[in-house]
């Protein structure tokens, strides 16, 4: 895609873990681009993740509060703005809550992506159909299935989801392909893997045993520890959503990976040992705890990546032991983001949840 000055992207979902990140990023990094966040809110979206730069990149920065399932709302926003890009990360996006309560993963992964898919194809047509227009997907390896002891995930791997929330980011994949088929959106998905980094949520593995170390809880190990997660640094994620945007073919998928793969317990324990040197504390490790495993858990997840290097030249730039230590410190850093955001309904679902599962040492 040709580089144009003064490009407009609208970000879904901007005020979650990724799309801070690449909010952030591109305001810092990329003068010509203004932004867009359109966000619901829902208990994983922090408006304050931007309350230290809004005023900053005031021209440059928009937050419209919003529910991709809400087709008037989104209507109304394609018609007050030409968009040059749209970048989708809204979702529902924690596997253990698309166990207990799937719908909502339906109406907004899947309904939500289709109603942005009919705003976006609107606007193209009566745009007159710009080929530089894109519309790019971010999805997760999670559609791929589980990996044996060998073996990666490529673009051509069959899908095979296996939890509610797999299952909705492939449908998603398909209509976001379906309308590159058959209407000619510039379309583009990418698959990555698990994500690490500043402003995640602590649901998910790693904030939340950073957190729980801090705070002397239980660390929940789901099995028996040895499922493989693929480690990607949401900055390296960032950087390759960029590239994507800018270098990647319409119609395409890619693949991004971090090249970091570890057993759940690894990662644990590696934790432990980092925060016991931060708090100049010992024994953290003594607070893991094999619980009840999650049903239908993936074993192993791995990214080819091969494909995003050799066609559009991005590879990870940071290492897995430097940038776990930069999201340790960045957690310790921000006990006030983190009381922010464990709101009421996430201590009651987690509460709920995780009184649920029995200790199985
Ligand atoms: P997140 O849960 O941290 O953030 C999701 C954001 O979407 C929140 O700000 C939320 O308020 C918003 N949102 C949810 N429902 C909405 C709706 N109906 N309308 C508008 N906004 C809504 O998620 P994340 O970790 O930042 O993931 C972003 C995307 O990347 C998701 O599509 C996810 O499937 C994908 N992904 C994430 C990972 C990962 O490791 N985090 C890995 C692979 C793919
Ligand atoms: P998670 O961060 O939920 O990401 P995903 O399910 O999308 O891979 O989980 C990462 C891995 O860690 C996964 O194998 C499940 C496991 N896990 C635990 O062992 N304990 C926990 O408390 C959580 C949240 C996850």
């Not at 087709?71 to 698309?98: M, P, Q």
């Not at 009919?118 to 790019?136: T, V």
């Not at 509610?164 to 058959?182: E, G, I, L």
């Not at 499922?227 to 390296?236: A, H, P």
Request: with cysteine; glycine share 6%.
């Amino acid at each position: 895609m040709e580089e144009k000055n003064n490009k407009k992207i609208l970000v879904t979902g901007g005020a979650g873990f990724i799309g801070t990140n690449f909010i952030r990023n591109i305001l810092k990094t990329k003068p010509f681009f203004s932004v867009v966040n359109f966000d619901a809110l829902t208990y994983a979206g922090n408006i304050s993740n931007f309350a230290d730069i809004s005023s900053i990149y005031d021209e440059r920065y928009r937050f419209v509060h919003g529910d991709i399932r809400d087709a008037a709302i989104i209507g109304k926003l394609f018609d007050e703005e030409d968009f040059d890009i749209v970048v989708h990360f809204a979702a529902e996006s924690h596997v253990d809550r698309s166990i207990s309560g799937p719908e909502v993963f339906i109406d907004t992964n899947v309904n939500g992506t289709f109603r942005l898919l009919e705003a976006s194809l609107k606007k193209w047509n009566m745009n007159g159909k710009p080929d530089d227009f894109r519309f790019i997907h971010v999805s997760t390896d999670e559609v791929y299935g589980s990996l044996g002891d060998t073996g990666y995930f490529t673009e051509t791997t069959p899908y095979d989801p296996s939890s509610p929330y797999s299952a909705s980011k492939a449908a998603s994949d398909h209509f976001v392909k379906a309308y590159y088929r058959t209407f000619g959106l510039p379309a583009i998905v990418t698959n990555c893997s698990n994500n690490y980094g500043s402003f995640q949520f602590p649901e998910k593995l790693i904030p939340l045993i950073i957190l729980n170390i801090m705070e002397r809880k239980d660390l929940p190990v789901y099995g028996d520890g040895k499922n493989v997660r693929d480690w990607l640094y949401v900055i390296d994620h960032c950087d390759a959503i960029l590239t994507v945007l800018e270098k990647g073919k319409q119609g395409e998928t890619y693949n991004i990976g971090g090249g970091a793969e570890y057993p759940n317990i690894e990662i644990v324990e590696l934790l432990c040992d980092l925060m016991d040197k931060k708090l100049n504390r010992s024994a953290s490790r003594e607070l893991i705890r094999f619980v009840n495993d999650r049903p239908g858990h993936d074993m192993r997840y791995a990214i080819d990546a091969s494909k995003i290097k050799n066609e559009l030249g991005w590879s990870p730039r940071f290492r897995f032991e430097e940038a776990i230590i930069e999201t340790v410190d960045w957690y310790l850093n921000n006990t006030d983001w983190v009381d922010s955001v464990r709101s009421g309904e996430y201590r009651h679902w987690i509460e709920k949840n995780y009184s649920d599962r029995s200790v199985v040492e």
